[in-house]
């Protein structure tokens, strides 16, 4: 199954159950947004050859915009929250963790370069 699609499911899911199950009277309801992965360093202009991920960065993305493609799962976020009858809050750290290729704490918890996750110390 496509990941997107499969995104699109699983949140329309969500919110489905959350238009139908809260009162917004009474509760605010927010939406951490995707996280970036940090595949390939061609997005952030890495000079250095030997660079195939994130592994190794020290320091974010120079600027206030990547400089890569916007991540694809976004839209899916932004369209489902959007169809909403009670829409959620969105809070989108999508930007943030991108600017921070150097950000993924899970590297230092293992000398395994397979043990790679999307959380963020800027999220």
């Known amino acids: 199954m496509d990941r997107l699609e499969a995104l699109k499911i699983a949140l329309t899911t969500w919110a489905t159950w959350i238009d139908q199950n809260t009162d917004p009277s009474k509760t605010k309801v927010y939406f951490q947004g995707v996280a970036a992965v940090h595949l390939d360093p061609k997005e952030w202009k890495d000079p250095d050859p ?60 293992t000398k395994s370069l397979a043990f790679n996750y999307c959380s963020h110390w800027c999220s």
């Open 50 to 109: 030997s660079a195939r991920t994130c592994m190794g960065q020290t320091k974010p993305v120079e600027g206030p915009k990547y400089p890569g493609p916007s991540h694809p799962g976004e839209a899916v976020v932004r369209s489902v929250i959007s169809k909403m009858a009670r829409p959620a809050y969105l809070l989108d750290i999508t930007v943030l963790t991108q600017l921070r290729k150097d950000g993924h704490p899970g590297r230092y918890a």
